[in-house]
C-alpha cells in the first residue's frame, strides 16, 4: 500500500512557477518576493502533473449548475454554441473544441467567427 507523503514546493504567486526551494526572485517572470509555500501530496499516481494535490474539490458540474455571471463573454451568433460555451467566449481565454473527423468543427466555427470579424469586442 502507498504510502501518502507530502513534500513542500514553491509556486511564483504571479506566474506558477514551481520551484523545490524558496526563492526571492522568480527565474520565470523575474518578480520579486512571489513565491508562496505549498504542501503537495505526492501519494497518487506519478507524472502527471507537476501541480498535482493542489486541486481540491474537483467535480463534474451539469450545465445549469454552472455560475456564468464574473466574465466577459463574447456572444456567438449560434445559440447553441453560447449554450455550451455558457454564455460565450470569454474575452481573453482559450477554448478547445474536439470532435471525430468531419463532424463539422472548422465549419461550425468558421461560421461563427466571420459573423462576429470587426465587431467591436
Ligand atoms: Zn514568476
Known sequence: MAQAKSKTVYFCSNCGYESAK???RCPSCGEWNTF???RVSTSKSRGSSSRRGLVKSARPQRLSEIEISGEQRIPMPSS???RVLGGGLVAGSLTLVGGEP???KSTLLLQNIVSIRGRKI
Do not use: A, F, R, T
Open 80 to 82: 447553441e454554441l453560447n
Open 22 to 24: 524558496w526563492m526571492g
Open 102 to 104: 468531419g463532424i463539422g
Open 36 to 38: 508562496v509555500e505549498e
